[in-house]
């Protein structure tokens, strides 16, 4: 199904199936295990991606901005003058990697600057003095 990653995965719990006949063992039980799509992450293989929205003064200047992963909330810094698209690797915080204890993936955030809407006749101001400072080139 669409709905589903695709690294399932088969577990078997011996003994634990259906009782045997004639007295024989227990047979196995096999679970199988399928992952949920979460529409915020693509995954690849133990690594997560996912967009995040920044305020663009933050991109700019740089500062704190929460984030919000499977594995809880956190506080990152944007390095100031940070370009659209500029993707972070925040190690560690992606899928945990089965059958190695303590061990993730990372999760990589990809930077998209939230420019601001319904100005203030000053804010308009301020970002024309601002282009005839630094005009296009």
Known sequence: S??????????????????GTKGAESGNLFLHVAVAKDLRYE??????YTEIKVPVYTTILGGQVEIDS???????????????????RMKGLGMPVYGLKNKSGDLYLKIIPEIPQHLTD??????????????SS
């Open 2 to 19: 669409s709905d589903v990653c695709s690294s399932d995965l088969v577990l078997r719990v011996k003994g634990k199936g259906g009782k």
């Open 43 to 48: 995954r690849k293989e133990n690594d997560l």
């Open 70 to 88: 499977f594995r809880g909330n956190y506080s990152i810094t944007i390095p100031p003058e940070t370009q659209n698209g500029k993707v972070l």
């Open 122 to 135: 000053e804010e308009r101001e301020l970002f024309r003095k601002l282009a005839m400072i630094r005009p």
